[in-house]
């Protein structure tokens, strides 16, 4: 079955240090990758995605993530967190069918990022 | 902006009732989607459609059904709401092989 793991309930990390969200994948082929972020009492909100090319891509508000293939991974990071980055995070991820991508989206369960002044 | 809007933010509903949530995008997006959050859980897809009238199941079909006549307006139905079916519904909408957008979400409560 397809599907996308994010391992950690919620991560904690001090003001000012970096931070990394952790995703994993289990689909067919060469998925499209996607970070979502949601304030509390807010929608989703789109972050950054991978579709192809350079393994590392850059989104919004300095966030960043690794694309690795051979992990089947797909890691947000970001190299000074802010306070104002709390928030729950996911992963999610379009699997490619034989003819192309589907445009069924497939979530994770989520990550809540603490960080702390 | 693309818009993507939810009928309701709040919702109470009786136990048996039909229940309709309604979403309407105004991006021509051909992909429209239907989630419940709970906490812990995700977000879990529950119907897509990808064209008028086409739908295709998620992981949590039962007790759903959906509707799309035109490509703007996607609706979600509870043919009789339980309690169970208590949460967090969300709506997007997308191109192909590209972000989702998604509006602010319909907490309905069944009591």
């Known amino acids: 079955a397809q599907s996308v793991a994010q391992p950690e309930d919620q991560v904690n990390v001090a003001e000012g240090n970096p931070l990394t969200v952790k995703c994993t994948y289990s689909?067919?082929?060469?998925?499209?990758l996607f970070w979502y972020v949601q304030y509390p009492n807010r929608g989703l909100q789109f972050l950054l995605k991978?579709?192809?090319?350079?393994?590392l891509v850059k989104g919004s508000y300095g966030f960043e993530a690794e694309f690795n293939k051979s992990q089947t991974s797909f890691h947000l990071k970001k190299p000074s967190a802010l306070v104002s980055d709390s928030a729950l995070y996911f992963c999610?991820?379009?699997?490619?069918?034989?003819?192309?991508?589907?445009?069924?989206?497939?979530f994770g369960q989520g990550t809540t990022l603490q960080v702390k002044p | 902006d693309v818009k993507v809007t939810q009928s309701s933010r709040y919702l109470v509903k009786r136990t048996g009732e039909k229940v309709f949530l309604e979403c309407v995008q105004d991006m021509d997006h051909e992909n429209m989607f239907w989630y419940r959050q709970d906490p812990g859980l995700g977000l879990r897809l529950i119907y897509f459609s990808y064209d008028v009238k086409m739908k295709e199941k998620g992981d949590i079909p039962e007790g759903y059904s959906v509707s799309r006549e035109k490509k703007e307006r996607f609706s979600l139905i509870l043919e009789s709401a339980s309690t169970n079916q208590t949460s967090m519904y969300l709506c997007?909408?997308?191109?192909?092989?590209?972000?989702?957008?998604f509006g602010q979400g319909t907490r309905l409560t069944v009591v």
């Open positions: 999610a991820v379009i699997p490619l069918d034989g003819s192309g991508n589907t445009g069924k989206l497939i």
């Open positions: 991978y579709i192809t090319g350079d393994n």
């Open positions: 689909v067919s082929g060469n998925p499209y």
């Open positions: 997007a909408s997308s191109f192909s092989g590209h972000e989702a957008f």
